[in-house]
């Protein structure tokens, strides 16, 4: 970062402008910048701007161009290409576009397409890609920026801390079965504990904060010792909310109640070939049984078939084609009564999620996702896009689909960041 706290690479585009903008290009700025989608100046203003620094200086701080380094990391030079496009100036407009390249190995999102509209923050106008109304009317407002976040008068993003859980150290539990051991193995699914190790580790990709624990091929005494191990590490009060990612192959099972009456229920298979039901794996978090995470978000993210299935572990893999499913399948279980749950399914009921040799589709796209956009916006909405993603695939068996699904409790908005 530069003292000025914006990162060199712009500090650096603004000394290399105030060099190459001559005499008449820069009053063919002064005279642009005074229409209102450029920064609607005054003729009193433009007076006092006699540099080409100083007008840099003011259109930035107008928001002509942004570059924010918190609580998001964006960039938006959109309306300032398109006020040096005049110039007929290539050499200026490519280093705009490298500079651009080079925040956008640094982590930061990058405003691309259509005109911004100055003054709005880039984050309001990535969410629709379309100006703000300028009456500014409340749906207006909340369809061009994400629930939750307000903005200042300066234009920054502003979370409300009433409508975001707290932020801390969260805890990540990852189960991965069938990956060496059982059978039959679910090729390829080595390859989600990379993405997800990569995403989440205090050394990833994006500054997450989470303690990660991994876990593979458990047989079901295994998984539930695994299971409350960890309930009462959360119990001590250390973290802020719970993440726990399970794949493996799933089934059906015929069940009575206490009637006596027949029912169908999903749900894993461990490696031991024994059975267990997600009302098993989410009841040693729920409220009554974990009170150090209640106000705290616990998710629950299955990666996992949910075809119908009774006689035998759903698994349709096979080697000629390109995009294999996963046999992992979910149980059906009550909704818990206790808030601050969410349950993400990688696909809906009665449908098969599928996998290649480079893992899973829905953990693939919810790296992705995360990786991109966590910054910008809480899970929930992260988790609308990777649905988006994942409705753009299609399986080379007959065409299939997949679309997940999430059933939510959360009170509030859950930022993965910092």
């Known amino acids: 970062m530069s003292r000025t706290g914006k990162p060199k690479a712009h500090s650096a585009l603004l000394v290399y402008l105030t060099k190459a903008i001559d005499r008449d290009l820069f009053n063919q700025m002064k005279n642009t910048v005074k229409t209102k989608e450029y920064g609607g100046f005054l003729a009193g203003e433009l007076e006092k701007l006699d540099t080409p620094q ?3 200086d003011k259109m930035e701080h107008k928001g002509v161009f942004k570059v924010k380094t918190h609580p998001s990391h964006t960039v938006d030079y959109r309306n300032l290409k398109k006020v040096l496009e005049q110039c007929e100036n290539d050499e200026i407009l490519t280093k705009i576009e490298s500079t651009e390249a080079e925040l956008e190995k640094e982590g930061f999102y990058v405003e691309r397409g259509d005109q911004a509209d100055a003054g709005c923050t880039s984050v309001s106008v990535m969410e629709t890609n379309r100006p703000l109304n300028v009456n500014n009317s409340r749906s207006d407002r909340s369809d061009a920026v994400p629930s939750g976040i307000s903005l200042s008068e300066s234009g920054d993003k502003v979370l409300n801390p009433e409508e975001c859980y707290n932020k801390g150290k969260g805890y990540l539990l990852f189960i991965n079965n069938f990956e060496n ?9 080595e390859k989600d504990k990379d993405k997800i ?3 989440f580790e205090e050394d990833g990709s994006v500054d997450l904060n989470f303690k990660c624990n991994y876990e593979k091929d458990l047989t079901k005494t295994q998984l539930l010792k695994v299971l409350h191990k960890t309930r009462d590490k959360l119990a001590t009060g250390k973290y802020s909310s719970f993440v726990f990612i399970l794949g493996s ?8 109640d206490n009637e006596g009456k027949e029912a169908t229920v999903e749900g894993i298979v461990t490696i031991d070939q024994k059975f267990i039901t997600e009302e098993e794996l989410t009841k040693p978090f729920l409220g009554d049984e974990l009170k150090a995470l209640n106000d705290k978000p616990k998710v ?21 084609r390109e995009e294999t499913p996963d046999e992992a399948t979910q149980a059906t279980f009550k909704k818990p009564v206790n808030a601050d749950m969410l349950i993400s399914y990688a696909t809906s009921k009665g449908t098969k999620a599928w996998r290649n040799d480079d893992g899973t589709w829905y953990i693939s796209e919810l790296c992705e ?3 991109k956009y966590s910054r910008q916006k809480h899970l929930l ?18 065409g299939a689909k997949q679309m997940p699904c999430q059933i939510s409790t959360l009170t509030k908005e859950y930022w993965l960041t910092r």
């Open 249 to 256: 192959h799933g089934k059906q099972e015929v069940v009575k």
């Open 369 to 371: 996702g995360i990786k």
């Open 181 to 189: 051991s059982g059978e039959p193995r679910r090729k390829g699914s």
């Open 300 to 320: 629950f993210i299955i990666q996992a078939c949910r075809a119908p299935r009774r006689d035998k572990a759903d698994d349709m893999e096979t080697s000629s």
């Open 54 to 56: 100083k007008l840099l």
């Open 197 to 199: 190790e990569t995403l």
């Open 381 to 398: 909405d992260i988790l609308v896009r990777v649905n988006h993603a994942i409705s753009l695939r299609e399986s080379t068996e007959d």
